[in-house]
């Protein structure tokens, strides 16, 4: 259950730093609410998955899955470059987050 609480996490972390994005563009309330939503999600699964998993690992797939999460929706929701060597980082940042996965 906490690996699945530490995906969750990453999701709500992604839609967190979207919203910066579109609170950014729109400076609106829903934004806003959204924003706030996103990061407190994510914050509650991530405290949950630590309970029972080692903390470096956690936060390394949390970051991970936010960071490479965050360029995906830039390139598909906000025109960002979709240049071949961004998407082998990403891929890279994955593939280690799935890596430590195995190894814990």
């Known amino acids: 259950m906490a690996w699945i609480s530490l995906i969750l996490a990453g999701i709500f972390e992604m839609s967190g730093v979207a919203m910066i994005n579109k609170f950014h563009k729109e400076r609106n309330w829903q934004s806003l609410v959204l924003l ?5 999600a994510s914050f509650v699964f991530l405290a949950y998955a630590m309970k029972s998993l080692p903390m470096g690992t956690t936060y ?3 970051t991970g899955i936010g960071a490479s999460g965050g360029a995906i929706l830039g390139m598909l929701l906000y025109g960002e470059s979709k240049d071949w060597r961004r998407v082998v980082f990403i891929a890279m940042v994955l593939g280690s987050a799935i890596g430590l996965k195995l190894v814990s």
């Open 36 to 40: 706030i939503v996103g990061f407190g």
């Open 60 to 62: 390394a797939i949390w």
